[in-house]
């Protein structure tokens, strides 16, 4: 009975990693979310960075957010589009955990680590029907007044 409860237990553990680590298919890619705020918190390491975003009390939608320009990035994404259907989440969470690319991509853009206290927003999707924890994963970002496309390298 122990050795069974020791393979179990050794099972589980084998399996850990690949539930904290998520793809693209858990994310609404038709609900892109505009989120802005102040990072509080920054992972700057791989798989993907990361930076904890506190919201204001009353998040909005920029005026110039459907006109603001961005980035060509090698992979197809239609910016535009998604700046256009770009909204609000609905939950009312105040911090947000912002996944960005890969170390080696935000190089690529010549994007610099965030510090703690940094103005940022970013544009990006998160979990089916806003279920689990508050996650967006970033699609573009936007900090110090530059855009930044994460989903692949500068075109």
């Known amino acids: 009975m122990i050795e069974r ?8 553990g084998l399996a850990l990693p690949s539930w904290a680590h998520h793809g693209w ?11 802005e705020g102040r990072a509080t918190k ?3 390491r791989n798989p993907h960075g990361e930076v904890e975003l506190e919201l204001p ?5 920029p ?4 006109q603001r320009p961005l980035p060509r990035q090698s992979a197809n994404v239609d910016g535009p589009a998604l700046l256009a259907k770009a909204q609000l989440p609905t939950r009312r969470d105040r ?3 912002i996944e960005l690319a890969p170390l080696t991509r935000l190089q690529a853009w010549g994007l610099e680590e ?3 206290g940094t103005p940022v927003a970013a544009l990006g999707f998160t979990y089916t029907g806003e279920k689990g924890d508050p996650v967006l994963r970033a699609e ?9 496309g994460l989903r692949s390298s500068p075109a």
């Open 5 to 12: 409860r020791l393979f179990v237990a050794g099972s589980l």
């Open 25 to 35: 298919s858990s994310f609404d890619q038709d609900r892109p979310l505009y989120l």
């Open 42 to 44: 920054v992972m700057w």
């Open 57 to 61: 009390e009353n998040p909005t939608l």
């Open 63 to 66: 005026a110039d957010l459907k």
């Open 95 to 97: 911090k947000w955990l």
């Open 114 to 116: 965030i510090k703690p």
């Open 140 to 148: 573009y970002l936007f900090v110090g007044g530059k855009a930044y």
